[in-house]
């Protein structure tokens, strides 16, 4: 059973649009939603997280929107840059052993 | 600089045959997890571990053991008994439970069947 279910698979924008990212969950036991980016072999980094009681968080170009009474909560990438063409990953983390659930992934690519 | 080792980047299993996977971090960090990765199914928790000599069971963990002998090193074994191990593995760890701090990852181990 998938507890964090993202959209879409895959996107592709053109350079200097914005990228949207879309996820949802079930479990209220999560307490922490962050957003990891990975490139092709190589591990995810962190991109930017959000606790629950905070509707947004803007870090440079990317922005969460959180929506607790819907349980949603969305990455948005201003300005997207090729750079960015990348695998995106919303996770929630929940308990004290701190685990992390992750989506499925969307692979973005921007098109110069 | 301080960070996680996976090795080895790449490795094949033959039939029947156990292979260790290894990671190591020098982050000081007390918690640590392994995950596998698969296309268009993100990454799953086959074992983590909050502190030395203690270990717990993640979403999948059946045909894999692990250790946790040393604060730095965490191993992961897949055995025979997983019968579908194609995979990218990657290690990650965190300062400790009840902490938002972020889990830093390896850069994986893609384990491929002979």
């Known amino acids: 059973q998938q507890q964090v279910k993202q959209s879409p698979q895959s996107l592709i924008v053109q350079k200097g649009g914005i990228s949207i990212i879309n996820c949802a969950y079930e479990?209220?036991?999560?307490?922490?939603f962050p957003w990891y980016q990975q490139f092709p072999g190589k591990g995810p980094a962190l991109l930017i997280a959000?606790?629950?009681?905070?509707s947004e968080k803007k870090e440079g170009r990317f922005t969460i929107s959180f929506n607790k009474s819907a349980k949603q909560f969305s990455l948005h990438i201003m300005d997207s840059q090729p750079g960015d063409s990348a695998t995106y990953f919303c996770?929630?983390?929940?308990?004290?052993?701190?685990?992390?659930?992750f989506g499925s992934g969307t692979q973005l690519t921007v098109l110069p | 600089d301080g960070g996680i080792t996976q090795s080895p980047k790449y490795l094949f299993r033959k039939e029947g045959q156990n292979v260790t996977l290894s990671c190591e971090q020098n982050?000081?960090?007390?918690?640590m997890y392994w995950y596998r990765q698969d296309p268009g199914q993100g990454l799953r928790l086959i074992y983590y571990?909050?502190?030395?000599?203690?270990?717990q069971k993640g979403d999948i963990a059946e045909g894999y053991s692990v250790s946790r002998e040393k604060k730095e090193s965490f191993p992961l074994t897949v055995t025979s008994a997983q019968k579908n191990p194609t995979a990218f593995y990657l290690c990650?760890?965190?300062?400790?439970?009840?902490?938002?701090?972020?889990?830093?990852f390896g850069d994986g181990t893609r384990l491929s069947i002979l």
């Open positions: 990650a760890s965190t300062r400790g439970f009840n902490s938002n701090q972020p889990q830093h």
């Open positions: 479990n209220t036991a999560f307490d922490y």
């Open positions: 959000i606790r629950p009681d905070v």
């Open positions: 996770a929630a983390i929940a308990g004290s052993a701190r685990q992390l659930t």
């Open positions: 982050l000081n960090h007390d918690a």
């Open positions: 571990s909050q502190i030395v000599n203690d270990f």
